[in-house]
């Protein structure tokens, strides 16, 4: 626009002064060595318009020529970029539909072209893993690291989750604990670090991470519970076949005061402990899980390891256990009680006690086991009662059958257990 104001000055400046000059056009003189040219200067004048105008529109040809090919170049770079994105999509649906040769091929096809090209690569080597394709997988991601240069954090999670899926859990493994170290609090991480350390059986990892899980990951509370329950499994197992009892003693003793304090990892250390016939050393876990476990789901775990327990100076266990069966209201709780303070007694040849706590138990035959009749039956043959030893055993023996089994006379109620 300038430029056509410019020229319109010149010739209206022409205009204005030619009348004025047409009687003193004056003489102009161009000399080269080979040519002499004489003009006026309203010629010059002219000549220097027409000149300028000629330049200007070269320049204008020029640049609408080279503004076509730009719109040109962008045109088929819209296109490209608009087909990169439907294909990406569909390659997506594809993959949620399981059909991964398809989603492969229309992800990758024109990935270079979609708005985010390392996540279709990363898509589509997952897509390609999942058809067992590991080496196309591995392609892929090395196109994504290319494309990601220095900043491959969202390539280096995938390339440990394409390595799990491959079943390669030691290279797995050793990629996230460089990711670990580098990005330890990023919340994805977090959680394939949770996958591989349990398909690892990493349970002493997994217990370094369990407090950055729960604080940076959105893990429903029954998820935590039961990472927690794993990792407490997990580690006393290791121990137990790795160190023996001992072993698992000393590494209990150097546990924080919170996991002495756990519930579920104290009845583990029981169970476990029971399992390898230390019976001494689980009657201590015995004695401290009575006083201390309050909840009743824990108190069941726990009154249903206390029947295996086979140590003779239990008296003061049996004390405890009868205290809280005098102030107990729950009728589960009572059998499970019953059961234990029956057991307990017959160990300890208090068979009097055992028999009241025992008739006691199998009143209850939607909630008394095989065993707690065959325990009975031994009862009664060890105070000289035959007859009713052989009929606990047919009660026994039609309670397995299906059968509702003639209850026991004379059983006194359950809250007036007598003192051992």
């Known amino acids: 626009m300038f430029k056509v104001l410019f020229l319109m000055l010149l010739l209206?400046?022409?205009?204005?002064?030619?009348?004025?000059?047409?009687?003193?056009?004056?003489?102009?003189?161009?000399?080269?060595?080979?040519?002499?040219?004489?003009?006026?200067?309203?010629?010059?004048?002219v000549f220097f318009v027409v000149s300028l105008a000629v330049i200007y529109l070269l320049q204008w040809l020029v640049s609408r020529f080279f503004k076509m090919s730009?719109?040109?170049?962008?045109?088929?770079?819209?296109?490209k970029r608009v087909k990169a994105e439907k294909q990406t999509m569909a390659g997506l649906i594809k993959m949620n539909e399981g059909d991964y040769s398809k989603?492969?091929?229309?992800?990758?096809?024109?990935?270079?072209?979609?708005p985010e090209p390392v996540l279709n690569f990363i898509k589509a080597a997952e897509a390609a893993q999942q058809k067992g394709d590991d080496l196309n997988a591995n392609h892929y991601l090395m196109e994504a690291t290319k494309l990601a240069g220095n900043d491959n954090l969202v390539v280096e999670i995938a390339r440990a989750r394409i390595?799990?899926?491959?079943?390669k859990v030691s290279a797995a493994r050793s990629a996230i604990d460089s990711l670990l170290v580098a990005c330890p609090h990023n919340p994805e991480v977090l959680r394939l670090a949770v996958d591989i350390y349990l398909q690892s059986k990493a349970y002493a990892h997994l217990d370094e991470l369990y407090n950055r899980v729960e604080n940076r990951l959105n893990y429903s509370n029954e998820q935590l519970l039961a990472l927690k329950h794993t990792i407490?499994?997990?580690?006393?197992?290791?121990?137990?076949?790795?160190e023996g009892v001992d072993?698992?003693?000393?590494?209990?003793?150097?546990?924080?005061?919170?996991?002495?304090?756990?519930?579920?990892?104290?009845?583990?250390?029981l169970k476990r402990l029971l399992a390898a016939n230390d019976h001494e050393s689980a009657y201590d876990f015995a004695l401290d899980g009575a006083k201390r476990v309050d909840a009743k789901a824990d108190k069941l775990a726990l009154l249903e390891q206390l029947p295996l327990l086979q140590w003779e100076k239990n008296n003061k266990l049996i004390k405890v256990l009868e205290k809280q069966l005098v102030n107990c209201d729950d009728a589960q709780l009572q059998v499970a009680y019953s059961r234990t303070l029956g057991y307990l007694n017959a160990r300890i040849d208090a068979?009097?006690?055992?028999?009241?706590?025992?008739?006691?138990?199998?009143?209850?035959?939607?909630?008394?086991?095989?065993?707690?009749?065959?325990?009975?039956?031994?009862?009664?043959?060890?105070?000289?009662?035959?007859?009713?030893?052989?009929?606990?055993?047919?009660?026994?023996?039609?309670?397995?059958?299906?059968?509702?089994?003639?209850?026991?006379?004379?059983?006194?109620?359950?809250?007036?257990?007598?003192?051992?």
């Open 232 to 242: 407490e499994d997990g580690l006393q197992d290791e121990k137990l076949n790795e």
């Open 70 to 79: 730009n719109n040109t170049y962008h045109w088929f770079s819209r296109r």
């Open 103 to 114: 989603a492969e091929k229309l992800i990758a096809k024109n990935a270079k072209h979609a």
């Open 247 to 269: 072993g698992l003693l000393a590494w209990w003793k150097a546990q924080s005061r919170a996991r002495h304090n756990d519930p579920y990892a104290q009845i583990g250390m």
């Open 351 to 420: 068979f009097e006690q055992a028999k009241t706590y025992l008739d006691n138990l199998i009143s209850e035959p939607a909630l008394s086991q095989a065993a707690d009749y065959t325990m009975a039956a031994y009862v009664y043959e060890q105070l000289g009662d035959h007859s009713g030893a052989q009929k606990i055993r047919e009660q026994g023996l039609t309670q397995a059958m299906g059968k509702t089994p003639n209850p026991v006379p004379a059983q006194p109620a359950l809250i007036e257990a007598p003192k051992a």
């Open 163 to 167: 390595m799990l899926m491959q079943g």
């Open 12 to 45: 209206l400046a022409g205009l204005v002064a030619g009348p004025y000059l047409s009687g003193k056009q004056g003489y102009v003189l161009i000399s080269t060595a080979d040519y002499n040219i004489e003009m006026s200067i309203p010629t010059l004048v």
